[in-house]
């Protein structure tokens, strides 16, 4: 079980940043999450001072059906909520608009788990393709159609991507990342498990940019 860090009197205190090659970070997210897109930039962050980054699905509302609910219907993002948002996002120079459709994201989750069976770079490819599909673009990346455009678009092969999606052969890959993240303490996404050697810290949702910096360089002694 890991230590979960949430707020500046529980992180560790910071000490001489050091080589971070060994820093292991697992985020897990979901594709409709605002807060996850919004993330992606300490993400960044964090891999470029050399941690080592995978990206793990957390499928946060499996009850949505396939073809989506609109925006409307899941009642969970008031005007104050909205707003609240849209300033963190500005803070972190994201780009910030609300989708229409809700969609389900087990077949944008199971794609990347593809992807992944490939390479991490074309999981890594095929994750940023979707989340920018969904909050730029507003596709419906529950559609099997969209997300198999998506890996054309990636170069990476879209029949094959087809039918692992119809067949549902990473369905149960998706099921057991959320499963991990159960057992190490995330219930929600985003979530963030930096682990060096023996040390391992939960960082449940998107912490003050402060908060990961101590982190981290205690992580990086």
């Not at 949505?64 to 972190?92: H, K, Q, V």
């Not at 990476?156 to 998706?174: H, I, Q, W």
Request: with cysteine; glycine share 6%; proline share 8%.
């Amino acid at each position: 079980m890991s230590t979960v860090v949430d707020n500046l009197d529980d992180a560790p205190p910071a000490r001489p940043s050091a080589d971070l090659d060994s820093l292991a970070v697992t985020v897990w997210s979901d594709f409709l999450c605002p807060y996850c897109w919004i993330s992606r930039p300490r993400v960044s962050w964090i891999r470029d001072l050399g941690a080592s980054v995978t990206w793990q699905p957390y499928e946060l509302h499996p009850e949505i059906p396939p073809a989506g609910i609109p925006a409307t219907a899941f009642g969970r993002l008031g005007a104050s909520r909205r707003d609240d948002l849209t300033a963190l996002a500005a803070e972190e120079g994201v780009a910030l608009r609300f989708p229409d459709r809700i969609p389900n994201t087990r077949r944008a989750h199971e794609a990347v788990e593809w992807a992944r069976d490939l390479s991490a770079e074309a999981a890594l490819a095929m994750h940023e393709a979707i989340f920018v599909a969904y909050w730029e673009q507003e596709l419906d990346i529950g559609a099997i159609p969209v997300v198999v455009t998506l890996a054309q678009e990636q170069n990476l092969p879209a029949a094959m991507l087809e039918k692992a999606l119809e067949t549902g052969d990473f369905s149960r890959n998706v099921d057991e990342a959320r499963a991990g993240a159960l057992l190490q303490g995330a219930t929600g996404a985003p979530s963030f498990l930096l682990q060096r050697n023996d040390a391992v810290f939960l960082m449940p949702g998107i912490q003050p940019r402060e908060l990961f910096a101590r982190v981290v360089a205690r992580l990086g002694t």
